[in-house]
T-cell receptor, first 113, second 115 residues
């Protein structure tokens, strides 16, 4: 069964810094991995989707990477802004089994102005 | 605009009551999902549906029921058998459950509180 872990649970960084959020998964037979953003009391917004055949995806200041052999994905945020403050969740689908998303518990990011 | 609409945003349930959360999507997606979110536990899958008139139990289906009579609608009923229903409920949809390169879209969520 796929298990997804995100450490740390919370992170605070000064505005303007570059930062990396981590996501670890136990099943290397992962089909794809998605990164989501969640604002307090709101639903999730998909940020980036990485297929297993890809190593990274980029959207604006965001870059997500996937390393199946090490069981890790990272979300890189460049030149952080206060508006980036939110909880970031990763979720993966394994190749085998029920093909449903397994979510991590998220990292709550605070950008300090 | 296309999207997923959940209602109500806030709902209070008395002990022993059944309540139904609405989820409607106009994205023409085949697959729909219900997740429950508790603090510090991430999202857990309650039920999912791959197509009209079909649905499957997720990881925590006990005490919940669903129906999928129309492609655009996937209501969730929280029954009195659900002993700890206070949570944030999220509905989602995707083109299909395999999510082969398909993004999953979420509604804004519904807060359910037992009083």
């Amino acid at each position: 069964k796929q298990e997804v872990t995100q450490i740390p649970a919370a992170l605070s960084v000064p505005e303007g810094e570059n930062l990396v959020l981590n996501c670890s998964f136990t099943d290397s037979a992962i089909y794809n991995l998605q990164w989501f953003r969640q604002d307090p009391g709101k639903g999730l917004t998909s940020l980036l989707l990485i297929q297993s055949s890809q190593r990274e995806q980029t959207s604006g200041r965001l870059n997500a990477s996937l390393d199946k052999s090490s069981g890790r994905s990272t979300l890189y945020i460049a030149a952080s802004q206060p508006g980036d403050s939110a909880t970031y969740l990763c979720a993966g689908i394994s190749n085998f089994g029920n093909e449903k998303l397994t979510f991590g518990t998220g990292t709550r990011l605070t950008i300090i102005p | 605009d296309g999207g997923i609409t959940q209602s109500p945003k806030y709902l209070f349930r008395k002990e022993g009551q059944n309540v139904t959360l609405s989820c409607e999507q106009n994205l023409n997606h085949d697959a729909m999902y219900w997740y429950r979110q508790d603090p510090g536990q991430g999202l857990r899958l309650i039920y999912y549906s791959q197509i009209v008139n079909d649905f499957q139990k997720g990881d925590i289906a006990e005490g919940y029921s669903v129906s999928r009579e129309k492609k655009e609608s996937f209501p969730l009923t929280v029954t009195s058998a659900q002993k700890n229903p206070t949570a944030f409920y999220l509905c989602a949809s995707s083109i299909d459950t395999r999510a082969l390169g398909n993004t999953i879209y979420f509604g804004e969520g519904s807060w359910l509180t037992v009083v």
